[in-house]
């Protein structure tokens, strides 16, 4: 995505050494970013690949999650936003992936996911996993919350789902993620209509039900 202003904030994270995860890193992950207005996905924190590469979602996990998004005709970078909550990988003492604290969350997110957030302004977030959840709703279990959307305080609508490496492990939950990306698509469809409604006073309301695909709107 050209764009000085996220360039610029790009720039300044990747040279972030703000706490101490910057001494379990490889390198920062900052994310990858689709077209503004649009789609942004967030997961938790690097991984070990993800540390490697410099990319969020890649192994296992980034196939599966790249699979469902072509499932409903989207392909990440072009179309949509990939971030984390925490930009560098937080590791155990004998260096495998550790699951972040809420303090951790609070601290980067707060620091970089909201100022990629305001640049970005998307029109739908999906959580990817409980830990993503957390740090939008501090309380919430995921398990009460999948398969849902919900208003979040700062005007965006928020979607939830599992983290594909849960799918990987529990592959008789396959059918109901197809259900929740079906249901990605249908909120979004949603929300870029009534955007496009809204910034176009001459547009007729009854070109609603039109079927249209995801990237006509991009
Ligand atoms: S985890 Fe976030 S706040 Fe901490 S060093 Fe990395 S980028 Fe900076």
């Known amino acids: 995505m050209a764009n000085d202003e996220i360039a610029k904030l790009t720039e300044d994270i990747i040279i972030c050494e703000a706490c101490y995860l910057k001494d379990s890193r490889t390198q920062v992950v900052p994310g990858l970013y689709g077209p503004k207005n649009g789609l942004c996905i967030i997961g938790e924190a690097p991984g070990y690949y993800e540390d490697k590469q410099g990319i969020p979602f890649v192994g296992r996990s980034g196939k599966l999650l790249d699979n469902m998004l072509s499932g409903i005709g989207l392909e990440r970078e072009k179309d949509l936003s990939i971030l984390n909550v925490i930009k560098c990988r937080p590791t155990t003492a004998d260096n495998n992936n550790r699951t972040p604290t809420n303090s951790e969350l609070k601290f980067c997110g707060e620091r970089w996911l ?6 970005l302004s998307p029109k739908l977030i999906v959580t990817i996993g409980s830990i993503a959840l957390r740090f939008f709703i501090p309380s919430a279990a995921v398990t009460k919350y999948v398969g ?25 939950l396959m059918d109901l993620y197809n259900e929740h990306f079906e249901g990605i ?34």
């Open 114 to 119: 909201f100022k990629q957030l305001k640049l």
């Open 148 to 172: 849902k959307s919900y208003d979040t305080d700062f005007g965006i609508k928020l979607y939830v789902t599992y983290h594909p490496a849960y799918i990987l492990r529990n592959y008789n």
């Open 185 to 218: 698509k249908s909120l979004y469809l949603n929300l870029l209509n009534q955007n496009k409604i809204t910034s176009d006073n001459k547009r007729s309301t009854k070109g609603q039900g039109e079927q249209k695909s995801l990237t006509d709107f991009l």
